[in-house]
């Protein structure tokens, strides 16, 4: 006979206590707890079981294991390939995260449908096979071994892996699989492990790679405990501004390689193109002779690229001036904006000051500071600066122009794309200048970037 236990789990880091109490003990997090029942089943024979009834596990000395060379997956996009650290790990799952609507599904089946031979089974919890069939005509792709079903029940969807046997299987999305086993909703907590956990271990026994779709909650975090990240092998994140057409795909954990690379999608009418040349895109309009434009070159994962900083300087029509960024975090721009102010005795605090960078990708890298800088000042002063130079260069709070990491790559980039000169911090240590046709010219201090660029 089944017992109903009732417990109360924290819905922000997934810990449970036998009481209700209004802080969680574990992540001090208020008024998380919510009440979850769980059916305990005496004669422990759930689904997965009764799937593994066959299989045992027997350990082996570490020496005898035979060393992991087994051949990656390729899933025929470029992109995601080298987000992936060079193809998929057979019985690895994969989650990717993003915001409704970013392209999640989009993505995924494109991957599904392109990816050869392989027997694909598609489940999705949140469509209809007419739907996800509309969207592959949309998509132009076909793959005669893609399998969808529409399915949110755990113990059937086992079911259905062990009579296809896909050689990849996707869910979309692990928020609406619910088990049997747990009495409560969709997307809780508890079902969230539940699920998750029976999925990881019939991947890993049947060394089956498995790509879970999650959405994301309002502050931007996988929604769901932080569980589930630490279950998964691989956690991608799909971001960008949904009114723009870039999408970068990031790696926010890899236990198969780097989580430093990022993938570069552009979102059309039939699908997403992945962008191996981001530099070219992200250049593509010359404002000749326009203030408060500068072009910086950046490193996003591994890869350089040239991006267009524009801002925008007016005096505050209202009491408080404004200021407002894209793509860029606020409170850095805040930080510059005191530098200016500061270091070089320029008057911004009643002006209006907005950031955008180009294409609405938002960009980490902290060598893009000396470009808003020189955008902001460009546009206060309405001098345009040369669509000839580059920048690279992070800046400290006391006007300092920082040295950033890989130089030489920016500067291959800006001299592949026929700039004329790029300028970089000073103290840059082991830089064999003759060797780029770009002139390189090195500033320590932002005044002597302002000079170079509007003498
Ligand atoms: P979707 O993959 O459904 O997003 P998610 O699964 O992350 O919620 O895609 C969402 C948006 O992408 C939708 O607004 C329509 C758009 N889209 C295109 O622009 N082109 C396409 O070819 C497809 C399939 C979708
Ligand atoms: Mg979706």
Known sequence: MAKTKSVFVCQNCG???????????ACGQWNTLVEEFVVKSNAKSSAVQSFFETTSSKPEYIKNVPASDVPRINTSNVELDRVLGGGMVPGSIILVGGEPGIGKSTLVLQMALRIGSKKVLYVSGEESPQQIKLRADRIHQGNDNCLVVSETSLEKILGHVKNVEPDLLVIDSIQTLSSENIESVPGSISQIRECAGAILRVAKEKNLPVVLIGHINKEGNLAGPKVLEHMVDVVLQFEGDRNHMYRILRSIKNRFGSTAEIGIFEMLGDGLREVSNPSELLLSHHH??????????????????LIETQALVSTAAYGTPQRSATGFDLRRLNMLLAVLEKRAGFKLAVKDVFLNIAGGIK????????????????????????????MAG??????EIRPVTRIA??????????????????FTKGLDLAKFDVQVIQVSKLEEAFKLLFA
């Open 363 to 390: 960009v980490n890298d902290p060598s893009i500071d000396l470009a808003v800088v020189s955008a902001i000042l460009s546009s206060n002063i309405d001098i345009p600066i040369s669509q000839k130079i580059c």
């Open 288 to 305: 000749e002779n326009l203030s408060g434009v500068a072009i910086s070159a950046a490193i996003e994962g591994m890869r350089p690229f």
């Open 15 to 25: 810990a449970d206590s036998p009481k209700w109490v209004g802080k969680c003990n």
């Open 394 to 399: 992070e800046v400290g709070l006391s006007g």
């Open 409 to 426: 790559q920016r500067i291959g980039e800006a001299s592949k794309l026929g700039f004329e000169q790029i300028i970089i911090p000073k």
